[in-house]
């Protein structure tokens, strides 16, 4: 048996990257006028009449001139033309991580795809734009239309925005720029708007699929039909993508999907906090709950623009890590634990990608506990070239059994169909479209949760069905109508959480079903899903009136500590472990 898997960026053989810096050494420079080097080591490039300073030891690529380079933003560079389909072909399909690096590419047909809503637009006559950067830009980056010049500026986003930032900020034309025109409607809007209805993926498909760093052509897709491959892991979002996505639209997803294709959507973002890549997970749990969160917003965005449905599983990389610190991974699960929880609440399934050893054994080791919120699908990678599911022994067979498992079994490897080659991961998926927890989305906000039971409707039965869902013990459809099927979920509840077992949705249950989740310390002043899921138990476990607005102020902080001493515990109006024990288990 092979070693469980390291870091994907560790994976690439020596000589690949002894052949990609020579590649380097020799690219193209910028052929406009470019002044020596600066006292301040910067150096001015220019392409197509737009000029713009980099750090001096930053390599130029020409890629008309290197057609065969992979943009990747794992490392210092400026792309100069549009990245190729045979380039991308060739990024290693490990690469994890990003720094600042920089893409100018001809504002043209081809271009103009890549223009998106969170697109920046410089005014008439201008080098840049002067409006701030969308509060829904993906993380990563920052791009920038430029038409004075006719040209399309991409930034990647090393440890914050402020490098990149600073780089655009140098921008200025000469009498070489060429305008052209870009109309409100083109690109980006048109990315979303003309692709038809796709199903929720990677739906139901048992066989070998593949991941690349970059989505590949239409043209090398139909190429690869010859492959015994029919899903492929696609990178939607995330700060520590790597690679380029030229190809990633919404036309695409829909081409590859009528085609039979089953995507597996990715999101590689925050990495744990005891790795070395620059964006980490916080150790204080708290805050990383709050990433967990906002990760998962990030990625359900992406997916929603892309055309990915709810019932869509987004699978969130955690690159291996070091399972024997405890704090980082009680980082990583209460992470994974949010991102879980806000993808359900969205009406997405919850993946999670990382190694056997690490993130699997984890995750396998709180399955039976109630601590955090488990993820309905996994997908571990173990390289021993088996193409089964079998992930033991750090995965117990009766854990995600049911159609719910992706087993990636080799990695960063050349693979030839249809005369096209790409650098793939090998994957074997055992995968169903459900049902799963989480797959709901009912209304959970009311002022008093009264007991609810067989024969009883409307919202509040709605409510309970769906947090019972997300719990994973109701399988049925959320349709308010307490039948037997929610009476059975409650029973079985109740049981776990060592309730009476009435069937009957009291207040202790409700307490027990509101608060259930991730358990970070709140207190005056947090804000946020978490302070939400508290005060509804609270309302619950009291049955007092309590604004549900996300604002931990003086009521809420009132609240808790009336809850606290009815328990028994400290009245300090800081939630931390011992609160959140208490209302989980309907106290």
């Not at 599911?389 to 992706?406: F, N």
């Not at 978490?530 to 007092?544: C, F, H, S």
């Amino acid at each position: 048996m092979r070693l469980p898997r390291p870091p994907r960026a560790q994976l690439r053989a020596a000589t690949t990257v002894l052949t990609a810096l020579a590649a380097l050494s020799t690219a193209a420079l910028a052929t406009a006028a470019a002044p020596a080097d600066a006292a301040d080591g910067a150096k001015d490039v220019s392409y197509r009449g737009y000029h713009v300073r980099v750090p001096s030891s930053w390599p130029v690529i020409d890629l008309a001139a290197h057609p065969e380079t992979c943009v990747r933003f794992d490392r210092h560079a400026v792309y100069l033309g549009h990245a190729t389909d045979a380039g991308q072909a060739t990024c290693p399909a490990g690469l994890v991580g990003r720094t600042e690096a920089l893409v100018i590419e001809p504002l043209d047909a081809t271009g103009r795809k890549s223009v998106d809503g969170a697109t920046r637009i410089a005014p008439k006559g201008a080098a840049k734009a002067a409006v701030p950067r969308a509060a829904d830009a993906p993380s990563g980056r920052i791009r920038q239309a430029v038409p004075a010049a006719g040209v399309l500026v991409t930034a990647s986003v090393g440890t914050d925005d402020s490098a990149a930032q600073s780089v655009l900020d140098s921008a200025a034309l000469d009498a070489d720029a060429k305008a052209v025109t870009l109309s409100g409607a083109s690109a980006g809007q048109a990315r979303a708007m003309s692709a038809s209805a796709v199903a929720p993926q990677p739906g139901t498909y048992t066989g070998l699929g593949f991941d690349p760093c970059a989505a590949p052509s239409n043209a090398q897709m139909s190429a690869w039909s010859a492959s015994p491959f029919r899903a492929i892991g696609v990178y939607i979002s995330g700060i520590s993508a790597a690679c380029d996505q030229p190809n990633l639209t919404a036309p695409w997803i829909q081409t590859q999907t009528s085609a039979g294709w089953h995507i597996t959507p990715i999101h590689v973002g925050l990495q744990a906090p005891c790795n070395n890549y620059s964006h980490k997970v916080s150790y204080t749990l708290s805050t990383a709950a709050s990433q967990g969160h906002a990760e998962a917003q990030e990625s359900i965005s992406a997916a929603a623009a892309l055309g990915l449905p709810q019932g869509s599983v987004l699978y969130n990389d955690m690159e291996a890590y070091d399972q024997t610190n405890t704090a980082c991974s009680d980082a990583v699960m209460t992470f994974l634990s949010a991102w879980t929880e806000e993808l359900h609440a969205n009406g997405y399934l919850s993946g999670v990608y990382s190694s056997a050893a690490s993130g699997m054994a984890d995750l396998a080791g709180k399955y039976s506990g109630s601590t955090y919120t488990m993820p309905d699908h996994i997908w571990f990678a173990r390289w021993n070239g088996a193409a089964d599911t079998d992930a033991k022994p750090y995965v117990p067979d009766a854990y995600w059994a049911s159609h719910q498992r992706i087993h990636q079994l080799t990695g960063d490897t050349d693979e030839t169909w249809g005369g096209v080659t790409i650098n793939i991961d090998r994957d074997y998926l055992d995968v169903g479209q459900g049902p799963f927890a989480g797959s709901c989305s009912a209304g959970l906000d009311f002022s008093l949760y009264g007991s609810v039971s067989a024969g009883s409707s409307g919202g509040l039965v709605s409510a309970a069905q769906c947090l019972l869902t997300r719990q994973g013990y109701f399988t049925g459809t959320v349709d308010g109508a307490f039948g037997p099927g929610t009476a059975s979920a409650v029973q079985s509840f109740q049981s776990a959480k060592s309730l009476p077992v009435t069937g009957t949705v009291d207040s202790h249950t409700w307490t027990a079903l509101l608060s259930a989740g991730t358990r970070p310390t709140l207190q005056s002043g947090s804000t946020g899903v978490d302070v939400k899921r508290l005060q509804r138990a609270l309302i619950a476990a009291r049955g007092q009136t309590l604004a549900i607005d996300g604002d931990f102020g003086p009521a809420t902080t009132s609240a808790v500590k009336v809850y606290q001493t009815a328990q028994g515990l400290t009245s300090d109006g800081i939630v931390g472990n011992a609160t959140w024990t208490a209302l989980q288990a309907g106290k």
